[in-house]
């Protein structure tokens, strides 16, 4: 059986003393696995990959990377911190926390860099992604002028150039454009094929239907409301409607209204009754 990369038991946090943003959390995620983290928002998707990289800390109860405990002890010891940063990589939700060099390229080429990967690999590594991205002349644009679906490519792009062993991916497919999801998922598929572990938060389910080996479903109240997989999870109507995770969506047409549920391509679509629409159109 595959060894776990992380190991968390019943781990809260809360960012505000009093309001939690995790609840009583325990998981595992195992080595090669795809990890999928749904939920609503602030349910705590976010927060959670916050802990797996190490940015903040379990404020009750254990999380364990790559089998030693992942707190401000261990990551407070420079080496470790080291170790640990050339093992794990994420892509934070916000592009903007992410990219502040002057130009792109310069953000892509700083990761590796910090890492003491030699010059040329890491002129190899920019010119490799950048091409499988698309970035093209974006290398030598500065962030904030960049739009939103861009700044996400190059945020992503300088987090493949760390060529890490995790890879943690907070909402990777939010503004990026088909050609650029479609790059993104082949990137995904590669790295896994590769033996890398992937952890991704999302609302796309259709993301999570392509790429995922594992699903874990937050609840409004932060706790774990279900693990399964894609099929289990994504099967579930009346859980996932539950969970705010998918909605009833409305058509207009010449003829009046319909509506169904929306959210995803594994389950069948279910009808719920139609409504017609009052006045004119109706
Ligand atoms: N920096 C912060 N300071 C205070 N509270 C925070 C902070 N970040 C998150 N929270 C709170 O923690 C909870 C979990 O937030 P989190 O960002 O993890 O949710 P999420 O599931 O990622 O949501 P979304 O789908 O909107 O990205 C929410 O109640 C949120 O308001
Ligand atoms: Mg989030």
């Known amino acids: 059986m595959a060894e776990n990369i992380y190991e968390l038991k019943d781990v809260s946090y809360s960012w505000v003393d009093g309001r939690p943003a995790l609840d009583g959390v325990s998981l595992a995620i195992p080595s090669g696995k795809r990890v999928a983290i749904i939920g609503a928002n602030g349910s705590g998707k976010s927060t959670l ?15 364990t990377a790559f089998g030693a405990a992942l707190d401000a002890k261990a990551l407070g010891r420079p080496d470790l911190q080291r170790a640990f940063r ?8 916000n ?9 792109i390229r310069e953000d892509l080429e700083f990761g590796p860099l ?7 690999e890491v002129a190899r590594r920019v010119e490799a992604i950048s091409r499988r991205l698309g970035l093209g002349d974006l290398l ?4 904030h002028e960049l739009s939103v679906g861009e700044k996400k490519k190059a945020a992503l792009a300088s987090t493949f150039t760390l060529e890490t062993e995790v890879l943690l991916l907070d909402e990777p497919t939010a503004g990026i454009d088909p050609q650029t999801m479609r790059d993104l998922v082949d990137l995904l598929q590669e790295a896994h094929a590769g033996g890398r572990t992937i952890v991704f938060a999302t609302h796309d389910l259709h993301l999570v239907e392509e790429l995922a080996d ?3 479903v937050f609840g409004r ?3 774990l409301a279900r693990s399964g997989t894609p099929e289990e999870i994504l099967t579930d ?5 539950a969970q705010n995770l998918v909605h009833i969506h409305v058509h207009r047409h010449a003829h009046g209204v319909h509506q169904h549920e929306h959210g995803h391509a594994i389950a069948p679509v279910k009808k719920v009754p139609a409504r017609r629409k009052k006045g004119k159109r109706g």
């Open 95 to 103: 592009s903007d926390a992410q990219l502040f060099c002057p130009t």
């Open 221 to 223: 109240d932060h706790r």
């Open 49 to 63: 990959l916050t802990l797996l990289d190490g940015l903040a800390f379990a404020k009750a109860g254990s999380l």
């Open 114 to 120: 910090q890492l003491d990967v030699a010059e040329g």
């Open 86 to 93: 050339r093992r794990v990589g994420y892509v934070f939700q």
């Open 140 to 143: 030598e644009r500065p962030p």
């Open 214 to 216: 594992e699903v874990h």
């Open 237 to 241: 109507h009346a859980f996932l409607l």
